[in-house]
């Protein structure tokens, strides 16, 4: 709770406690106050609980204002019991309501010195308590608790469980065992106690859930996992079905193909024989060009050489008149 909270210290234990008190003395309220070794970070807080169970008076634990506060807040009650309502008899019936309402739970281990320094300094802690010792538990009880735990949880089976409790007895006690033999020989302690068994229990049961968790989930992903192969299996056979379909088909493409091939090799076979046919059209072509082109430059050359002749007697022409033609007339 709050008491083991960092900071914490005795002025805030005071203002804890003077409200416990009002709880308890004036609105008569029934109050645990519980306090552990872990919830006392300074010996001061000891003084405080010292004087609460010594008296029930802890010394300047309200302020004037809260201290009238409390005193108005019982009067009405001191009235009703045909006391006088006096400072004196108010505090008095506060502080006994608070003793008989207010029980102080200590919770103190033994191991070490610190209890019996503590005893020391603070009588209180050990003269107006009832100490409650816990002793060793015999095998017998530590096998019905252990039982009595086993048979409520279900991941436990009921045929086992008195087994198992067996076994956590006799682990406990031979811990025990094991632990005065390492006293005797190291001179040191190693406690054990029915908290210690109660512990291991838990232990048990947590380890148990922890592994029931662990093989549901291996389980669930080997579930998982056949599902998928099963899956996968189906997959793998509607594949199967599908090629072998289009086997059927290639090799029916393949057959066209080689068909097509076979008419293609003959085809290409005329091409070829219609090519050499054409090859040879060529050259004869090529030659009959050659023939033309050497014809034509030797017309060329012969035009070439008449022309001078031609154009002498176009020339000539060109001089003749009337009288040259009538010349011509009388031959």
């Given at each position: 709770?709050?008491?083991?909270?960092?900071?914490?210290?005795?002025?805030?234990?005071?203002?804890?406690?003077a409200?416990?008190y009002?709880?308890?003395?004036?609105?008569?309220?029934g109050?645990v106050f519980?306090?552990?070794?872990?919830?006392?970070?300074?010996?001061?807080?000891?003084?405080l609980?010292?004087?609460?169970?010594?008296s029930?008076?802890?010394?300047d634990l309200f302020?004037?204002?809260?201290?009238?506060?409390?005193i108005n807040?019982?009067?009405?009650?001191?009235?009703g019991?045909?006391?006088?309502?006096?400072?004196?008899?108010?505090?008095k019936?506060?502080?006994?309501r608070?003793?008989?309402?207010?029980?102080?739970?200590?919770?103190?281990?033994?191991?070490?010195?610190?209890?019996?320094?503590?005893?020391?300094?603070f009588?209180a802690?050990?003269?107006c308590?009832?100490i409650d010792?816990?002793?060793?538990?015999p095998e017998?009880?530590m096998?019905?608790?252990?039982?009595?735990?086993l048979?409520?949880?279900?991941?436990?089976?009921d045929?086992?469980?008195?087994?198992?409790?067996?076994?956590?007895?006799?682990?406990?006690i031979?811990?025990?065992?094991i632990?005065?033999?390492?006293?005797?020989?190291?001179?040191?302690?190693n406690?054990?106690?029915?908290?210690?068994?109660?512990e291991?229990?838990?232990?048990?049961?947590?380890?148990m859930?922890k592994?029931?968790?662990?093989?549901?989930q291996?389980?669930?992903?080997?579930?998982?996992?056949?599902?998928?192969?099963?899956?996968?299996?189906?997959?793998?056979?509607?594949?199967?079905?599908?090629?072998?379909a289009q086997?059927?088909?290639?090799?029916?493409?393949?057959?066209?193909?080689?068909k097509?091939i076979?008419?293609?090799?003959?085809?290409?076979?005329?091409?070829?024989?219609e090519?050499e046919i054409?090859d040879?059209?060529?050259?004869?072509?090529?030659?009959?060009?050659?023939?033309?082109?050497?014809?034509q430059?030797?017309?060329?050359?012969?035009?070439?050489k008449a022309?001078?002749?031609?154009?002498?007697?176009?020339?000539?022409?060109?001089?003749?008149?009337?009288?040259?033609?009538?010349?011509?007339?009388?031959?």
């Amino acid at each position: 709770s709050n008491y083991s909270r960092k900071g914490y210290s005795t002025t805030d234990l005071k203002a804890d406690l003077a409200q416990l008190y009002v709880k308890a003395g004036v609105k008569n309220v029934g109050t645990v106050f519980m306090l552990t070794d872990a919830q006392i970070p300074d010996e001061k807080f000891l003084v405080l609980i010292n004087d609460l169970l010594a008296s029930g008076e802890i010394p300047d634990l309200f302020v004037d204002d809260e201290l009238e506060n409390v005193i108005n807040g019982v009067r009405n009650e001191v009235k009703g019991l045909g006391m006088q309502d006096t400072r004196e008899n108010c505090w008095k019936f506060f502080i006994d309501r608070v003793r008989r309402q207010l029980k102080v739970v200590l919770c103190f281990s033994l191991v070490g010195s610190t209890l019996r320094v503590r005893g020391r300094k603070f009588p209180a802690v050990v003269n107006c308590t009832c100490i409650d010792w816990f002793h060793e538990w015999p095998e017998a009880a530590m096998q019905s608790v252990a039982l009595r735990f086993l048979s409520d949880d279900e991941l436990v089976p009921d045929n086992l469980c008195k087994s198992i409790s067996n076994f956590m007895a006799y682990a406990h006690i031979s811990v025990n065992d094991i632990s005065k033999k390492y006293l005797a020989n190291e001179r040191r302690y190693n406690y054990t106690t029915p908290k210690s068994f109660l512990e291991q229990i838990k232990l048990y049961q947590t380890l148990m859930r922890k592994k029931a968790t662990e093989l549901q989930q291996k389980m669930e992903r080997l579930e998982n996992g056949l599902t998928k192969l099963q899956s996968t299996a189906a997959q793998v056979d509607d594949l199967k079905a599908k090629l072998a379909a289009q086997e059927v088909e290639l090799k029916q493409k393949n057959d066209d193909a080689d068909k097509l091939i076979q008419i293609v090799g003959v085809e290409t076979e005329k091409v070829s024989k219609e090519k050499e046919i054409a090859d040879a059209e060529e050259l004869k072509v090529a030659k009959i060009n050659k023939d033309v082109s050497e014809k034509q430059r030797s017309c060329e050359a012969d035009l070439a050489k008449a022309e001078p002749a031609l154009k002498a007697a176009v020339e000539a022409l060109n001089t003749l008149n009337k009288t040259n033609f009538t010349e011509l007339q009388a031959f």
